[in-house]
Every structure is written in structure tokens, then in C-alpha cells.
């Protein structure tokens, strides 16, 4: 709660002339906080810049029609290196930069792991087995994953069950 109580101060000390902003990183810290036990203190931390950038990324290409490949699908199919492809680079640079934005916290969690100096998170607790050793098992590490994307995607979709 310290990332709101921040907030509400900040708002409240009239500095800001728009609430929103501290809000948001306050939500965002918060979230960090329970499941990579990351704390963010502003919205310049290196992670939230390149994950701003990479939604703004995503935010323009969700308008139907904007990629000719949504009309003729086999365009899907050209080479990466033809004129008139940037879409399939465009692509694949999409999903190499949303891999890395997964990994990059989840790896930090493990390598705090491996030193024993790791808070307790969401992470932490899907890695640990019942004796409280880390898991190395591959399949293991993409279940986890998979269970925080599915507990996000649940999250912004019907906020009011968390509660």
C-alpha cells in the first residue's frame, strides 16, 4: 500500500496538476511488487520505458486494415527480406520484444533465486517446489509463465473477482 499512500500524496500536495500519472505508477509498482517483488518508483525505470514503447507498438496496429496481410492472409507467407514485407519484420520484432519483456523480470526472479537473496513474489512461489528449492525444470519454468499470463489476462478483464 505504499505505492498508493505515495500517490494519494502526491495528488493531494496539488504538484500535480493531473492525478492519473501517479496513480498508474502506483498500480504499476504494485502489480511489479506482488508478482516479481520489483518495486517502481517512476515511470523512467529502463523495464516501464521499453514496455510503454512496446504497447504504443501495439496500440497502432490493432486498427482493422492497417497491414494488407489482414485481407490477402497468404501474404503471411513473403519472404522477410522482400520489399513491401516490413510487415512480417514488424512482426517478428513484435514478438521477439514481448519474449524479452517476459523473460527479462522472470530470469531476474530465478538469478535472485539462485543467490538466495529473492523477496517473496508470485514468481518465487511458482518456483520453489514444496521444500522451498528452486525448480529447473524447462517445463516447469513455461507453466509458470503461462499461469502468470493467464492470472494478468483474468485481471484486466474482470478486475471486481479480485476482490
Known amino acids: 500500500m505504499e505505492e498508493m499512500h505515495r500517490a494519494v500524496a502526491e495528488i493531494l500536495d496539488g504538484t500535480r496538476p493531473n492525478p492519473i500519472p501517479p496513480i498508474k505508477r502506483a498500480l504499476a509498482s504494485r502489480i511489479s511488487r ?10 523512467d ?26 485481407l490477402c492472409p497468404m501474404l503471411r507467407y513473403l519472404p522477410t527480406w522482400l520489399p513491401g514485407a516490413g510487415f512480417r519484420r514488424e512482426g517478428e520484432r513484435f514478438g521477439e520484444e514481448a519474449l524479452e519483456l517476459t523473460d527479462e523480470p522472470f530470469n531476474t526472479v530465478k538469478l535472485e533465486m539462485s543467490t538466495g537473496a529473492v523477496p517473496p513474489s508470485f514468481i ?3 518456483l520453489e517446489d514444496d521444500h ?9 519454468e513455461d507453466r509458470s509463465k503461462a499461469t502468470i499470463i493467464t ?3 483474468a485481471m484486466l478483464k474482470e478486475p471486481g473477482r479480485a476482490s
Open 45 to 70: 525505470d529502463p523495464y516501464i520505458v521499453r514496455l510503454t514503447a512496446w504497447l504504443h507498438d501495439l496500440a497502432k496496429g490493432k486498427h482493422p486494415g492497417k497491414y494488407m496481410v489482414e
Open 151 to 153: 492470472f494478468i489476462i
Open 34 to 43: 506482488i508478482v516479481y517483488s520489483r518495486k517502481i518508483d517512476s515511470f
Open 124 to 126: 518465487s512461489n511458482l
Open 132 to 140: 522451498g528449492k528452486m525448480i529447473n525444470d524447462p517445463a516447469e
